[in-house]
């Protein structure tokens, strides 16, 4: 479906809401007025499916401050006028139960694919999401994968039937069974986590592959510096006048059509330009930092759209050397 016709969708619903809203349900019996409760709860649970999306989306694209906001959280809190606890629950589970995209910009599932299948179809509220991440905030480190995916799995298929406490019973025992021992005793401070980068070789056509792992720290710096050089209409590279600092113009944000992975490489290139820039690096084998582009003649004048410069005419010297390093013909 198209912009347009998502949008009529939308002021259909919100319509249908009103009319929703407006009736007064005196013809309804006392069964039926059960019923139509329970298929309200169902209706609210599928819009929180849709609300994790736009905010899964928003805190990919947008940008907190350019919106009016200090934070997500304080924007949410203020916009919605909810609490700032709720502002955060919705942003955390919008998190695990929303769409994601890769540093690359590919489309990926959610980190809880199963428990957003749930409330996407309406079989469990918030309030089951609240246990079911309390219960993985508690799995051990050393649980694999196919493990975590199957206690997933089985969270998912009891939770439409139970409420929320009786969920968390069950989560609690299968906490237990998954580590039976409980947490080993350790007197020593455990080891910070460690990352590390890996920039491999320059390929021919000039690109070269990023790897490796960050570090909380890490992940948290680079977090900030995305949230600002990386929003829409930030240090774009295809822009003769990119915005580096302050806040992009609407033409910018709304011109720009890089996806999120190259508005990252260019925040990334921003902030490099900026600490060269900077000169607080000093120098290095006595020379200032910076950047050293080699290249040849012949690209030179390719880029520059000249043709290229004739080889020299050879010289008599040339001749005579050619003819010193001639290999001798067998029977001469």
């Known amino acids: 479906m198209d912009g347009d016709g998502d949008r009529a969708v939308l002021e259909r619903y919100l319509a249908a809401s009103d009319a929703v809203a407006a009736l007064s349900l005196e013809s309804f019996g006392d069964t039926e007025l059960l019923g139509a409760l329970g298929e309200l709860e169902v209706a609210d649970r599928r819009r929180a499916a849709l ?120 989560a609690d025992k299968l ?57 829409p209409g930030m240090c774009n590279r295809d822009d003769p006048h990119p915005c580096v600092s302050g806040t992009p113009t609407r033409e910018q944000i709304e011109g720009d059509h890089r996806s999120l992975g190259r508005r990252q490489l260019d925040a990334m290139v921003a902030v490099g330009r900026m600490v060269l820039q900077s000169g607080t690096l000093g120098q290095h084998n006595g020379l200032p930092v910076t950047v050293i582009i080699s290249t040849t003649l012949q690209d030179l004048q390719a880029a520059a759209g000249l043709p290229p410069t004739p080889p020299p005419p050879a010289t008599l010297f040339d001749e005579e050397v050619g003819r010193a390093c001639r290999p001798a013909r067998a029977g001469r």
């Open 51 to 170: 609300i994790h999306q736009i905010l899964a989306r928003l805190s990919r694209e947008a940008n907190p401050v350019a919106l009016g906001g200090t934070s997500w959280k304080a924007l949410l809190a203020d916009r919605l006028k909810i609490t700032a606890v709720d502002a955060q629950r919705r942003l955390d589970h919008a998190r695990d139960l929303g769409p994601r995209v890769s540093l690359i910009g590919e489309s990926q599932e959610p980190v809880l694919p199963l428990v957003a299948a749930l409330v996407a179809q309406g079989a469990i509220g918030a309030d089951h999401v609240v246990r079911i991440r309390e219960f993985f905030a508690k799995v051990p480190s050393w649980v694999s994968v196919a493990d975590r995916e199957g206690c997933e799995a089985s969270l998912a298929l009891q939770a439409p039937g139970l409420t929320p406490e009786e969920l968390k019973k069950v």
């Open 175 to 231: 906490l237990t069974y998954l580590d039976q021992d409980g947490p080993e005793p350790d007197d020593t401070d455990p080891a910070p986590p460690s990352g590390s980068l890996a920039l491999g070789p320059q390929r021919a056509d000039g690109m070269s592959v990023l790897s490796g792992e960050l570090d909380p720290e890490a992940r948290a710096v680079w977090e900030a510096i995305y949230a600002k050089l990386a929003a």
